[in-house]
């Protein structure tokens, strides 16, 4: 599913007018004719593919992150992953007052970059990670992930977000991102490892085991790089399940 075989972010078009017009083959703007929907809707649509267009060819992510209802923005990801930053921090505890962000994990490009505290981990660090990233991806990054960082740095991250956690409940994924792993047969290096084990590493460091590190790192960065996996097997079943049977896009 990609942004361009996409009706619903126009106004008057909801998921039932969207399928009508893919079940009548209508499965991309370019073959967008008019016949399927009314002459205001038909006028609707014109206008904003038109726009939308151009936003598309400039790769203007925010655009469609504003304009696609919260439950479709899953569909921004077919067209951005490919430079979609991953992310994922480990933190002391669950209050950003008390506590501290320990590791931030970022993947983009098939590349990951561990920033650490105390030696890498800066506000200027991280803002050079998300500068330029046309899309974030996360999981529960909405609710914890940022906010956490914002609260601990002076930054503001605001680019287009996919927090997996959603699209994941709408597929009756739920739970944290290791159950759900397993659950879609994502496998780990170090299954045993939890958040919990990512507090007693940091402070086992803290008391000079640099080994401890080195495996708070290793579990951080894992947890980043299956959110490419989970993505693409989420929005791959979404894709499934919001498509009429035999229709091609």
Known sequence: MRIENSFIPIRGVGEATERRLWEAGITHWDTFDGSVVGPTTADRIHEFVDVATDHL????????????????????????????LFFDIETTGLDAARNDVTTVSVHRDGDTDTLVRGDNLTADALRERFADAPLIVSFNGARFDVPFLEDSFPLSIDAPHLDLMYPCRRLDLTGGLKRIERDVGIDRDRPDLSGKDAVRLWREYERGDDAALDTLVSYNREDTRNLERLADLVTNRLHDTCCPEDTTF
């Open 57 to 84: 060819s400039r790769g203007n992510a925010r655009f469609f992150d504003d304009a696609f209802p919260s439950g479709a923005r899953w569909r921004l990801y077919e067209n951005f992953r490919d430079d979609a």
